[in-house]
């Protein structure tokens, strides 16, 4: 168990729906970094938030949203969907990247599944 | 840029054989670090090595090894006498301040 905690695990939903994915960082950490993973692609960096605030974009759509709350859980907002979103989704926390503890720790992924 | 490169999108090899996944990456900073991770067919992305961009020393971890050149900015991983239970998709990944990239991933797969 890596301390990261996602919910939900399985989401089906309709295209043209919103959904909100859930990560609850480990105690302690500060960095959030959300990844979408496609059926059989590598790893596509989203978004990251450290301590509230947004660091950095990736290739995010603009139909997706993020935020970091003050209790540092993250929500990914994914809206209009489309079957092509379909995908599994990581939700990955660390104290900080770039220092002596910058190993991440990822949740176990929610999988989402548009029909 | 912040790169990470993992040329090797399949490989496939027979139980035993020895396999060394590739990762080049690109940096401006001088300070950053290495990763690489595993992700079994279960899906949960497991951590199996931090390498700080200091510290060039190769390093052994029973089956596993990994051979790190800032010369050809690579983070080599090998697995001697491979398992099946090696099969599995690998990342390398990148971090440097407050951010982190992981490459496209090589999947393994290791025949009986």
């Known amino acids: 168990d890596s301390g990261v905690t996602q919910t939900p695990k399985h989401l089906i939903t309709a295209t043209g729906q919103r959904v909100t994915l859930r990560c609850s960082p480990r105690?302690?950490?500060?960095?959030v970094y959300w990844y979408q993973q496609s059926l059989d692609q590598g790893l596509q960096f989203l978004i990251h938030y450290y301590n509230g605030e947004e660091r950095a974009k990736g290739n995010i759509l603009e139909r997706f949203s993020a935020q970091q709350f003050p209790d540092l859980h993250s929500e990914l907002n994914l809206s209009s969907l489309e079957l092509g979103d379909s995908a599994l989704y990581f939700c990955?926390?660390?104290?900080?990247?770039?220092?002596?503890?910058?190993?991440?720790?990822f949740g176990q992924g929610t999988r989402l599944t548009v029909v | 840029a912040q790169k990470v490169t993992q040329a090797q999108t399949e490989i496939s090899v027979v139980e035993k054989e020895d396999v060394t996944l590739d990762c080049v990456y690109e940096?401006?900073?001088?300070?950053?670090?290495l990763f690489w991770y595993k992700q079994p067919p279960s899906g949960e992305l497991v951590f199996l090595i931090r390498?700080?961009?200091?510290?060039?020393q190769n390093e052994i971890s029973g089956r596993y090894s990994w051979n790190f050149q800032k010369s050809t900015s690579s983070f080599n991983f090998t697995i001697t006498a491979s398992q099946v239970v090696d099969s599995a998709v690998y990342f390398c990944?990148?971090?440097?301040?407050?951010?982190?990239?992981f490459g496209a991933g090589t999947r393994l797969t290791v025949k009986p």
């Open positions: 990955a926390s660390s104290v900080a990247f770039g220092t002596a503890q910058s190993e991440a720790f």
């Open positions: 940096t401006r900073d001088t300070t950053y670090y």
């Open positions: 390498r700080n961009s200091f510290d060039e």
């Open positions: 990944a990148l971090s440097w301040n407050n951010d982190m990239r």
């Open positions: 105690s302690g950490d500060l960095s």
